[in-house]
């Protein structure tokens, strides 16, 4: 998993996993896994499993849809500055851009950051349907802008940026619910921006 999340699917090499996998052979390899796809898809769903469960606690275990979203970002970043594990989001950076042969990697991929994105607005609706949201709020739009900082925090994690760096831009995007709430429903008078 380790090896896919820092070098990406089409980075990894069978070299590169034979030696993580304390240098088996490569028809082991193919006989235990069938392929390198194969193993990847089983990396991606052990990733989801383990460094996606914080993010996805903090999501449905909090008593409010702006807690839940907050939780999940601030767990997002510590999850993508953990100390000796490759930065930033396998789901993100695994398969983002992919030769021909490979694009149903990158479909795979797209298909469970979709996924997430449902995760998200059905949090969100709950927010809505227990009241601690407006009704009539623009969840397309949270969502779209929740899971862009989600995704940008990713990049910006394998990029470098520190602990401290994330959370302050989480920070910052949670200093931004409240406005975007109160602009997307449909009860601000009419003329106020």
């Known amino acids: 998993m380790e090896v896919f999340w820092a070098l990406g699917y089409e980075g990894a090499t069978l070299?590169?996993?034979q030696t993580a996998m304390g240098g088996i052979t490569a028809p082991s390899f193919y006989a235990a896994f069938g392929?390198?796809?194969e193993l990847f898809l089983e990396a991606v769903e052990l990733h989801i499993e383990t460094e996606g469960i914080p993010a996805m606690r903090g999501l449905t275990e909090n008593p409010t849809a702006r807690a839940s979203i907050e939780a999940m970002l601030y767990a997002a970043a510590e999850s993508f500055c953990?100390?000796?594990k490759p930065?930033?989001?396998l789901l993100v950076l695994g398969a983002i851009n992919c030769a021909r042969a490979n694009r149903h990697v990158q479909d795979h991929l797209r298909d469970l950051r979709l996924m997430r994105q449902k995760h998200i607005r059905r949090r969100l609706e709950r927010g809505v349907a227990e009241g601690d949201m407006?009704?009539?709020v623009d969840l397309a739009g949270l969502v779209s802008f929740y899971t862009t900082v989600l995704d940008g925090l990713s990049i910006q994690a394998?990029?470098?940026a520190s602990r401290k760096t994330l959370k302050a831009a989480v920070g910052c995007a949670m200093a931004a619910w409240d406005k975007l709430v109160a602009e997307r429903?449909?009860?601000r008078p009419s003329?106020?921006?």
Do not use: H, M, Y
């Open 35 to 37: 392929s390198k796809e």
């Open 191 to 193: 003329g106020i921006l």
């Open 134 to 136: 407006p009704a009539g």
């Open 87 to 89: 930065r930033g989001c």
């Open 82 to 84: 953990q100390q000796g």
């Open 15 to 17: 070299a590169d996993l």
């Open 185 to 187: 429903s449909p009860a």
């Open 158 to 160: 394998r990029d470098g």
